[in-house]
């Protein structure tokens, strides 16, 4: 058993200890919780649900990711999700996520400010890249991180 396992009861990580005296787990609540604390959870409801959206999306594709990358045992298996991945699952939510902030003003997914999402969005994308192949660097990831870390570090 890991040590994280032993600290909390869903034995899993992320968890966030809040004031020595709270244990946040899930990554998705996490994410909303510091969104919401430091005022990036959009400008209104509609925004704020805006965001769960697109984080919504993004852990459907951490899945489709995670039966690539936690396929340990069946090489086979594992090759053809990581290739499934590159063709099929990347290219159709790149291409969706980078209209979306185009079509947004290039600079964040919700509304005119930055939000939780953006930054959770990027993260997992950060992670595709990172895992599973570099041929992201070429495709609209690329673009995509282009505008995030121009929105991060432009705040
Ligand atoms: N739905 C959870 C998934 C958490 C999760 O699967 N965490 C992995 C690390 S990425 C873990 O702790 N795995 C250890 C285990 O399952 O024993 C979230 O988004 O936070």
Aim: glycine share 6%.
């Amino acid at each position: 058993m890991g040590s994280y396992q032993r600290f909390h009861r869903w034995g899993k990580l992320p968890v966030l200890e809040i004031d020595g005296k709270h244990q946040l787990s899930q990554s998705h609540a996490i994410s909303k919780y510091l969104g919401k604390k430091f005022n990036l959870d959009g400008a209104d409801e509609l925004e704020s649900a805006k965001c769960d959206e697109y984080v919504g999306v993004a852990l459907d594709m951490r899945t489709e990711w995670r039966k690539y990358w936690f396929e340990k045992e069946d090489q086979t298996k594992r090759e053809n999700a990581k290739t499934e991945f590159i063709t099929v699952i990347a290219p159709k939510y790149f291409n969706r996520f980078s209209k979306i902030l185009e079509d947004n003003g290039g600079k964040y997914l919700v509304g005119s400010g930055l939000t939780w999402a953006d930054f959770f969005v990027a993260l997992f994308f950060e992670l595709f890249e990172d895992t599973v192949d570099k041929i992201f660097s070429s495709h609209t990831l690329r673009y995509f991180n282009s505008k995030t870390t121009f929105t991060l570090s432009h705040r």
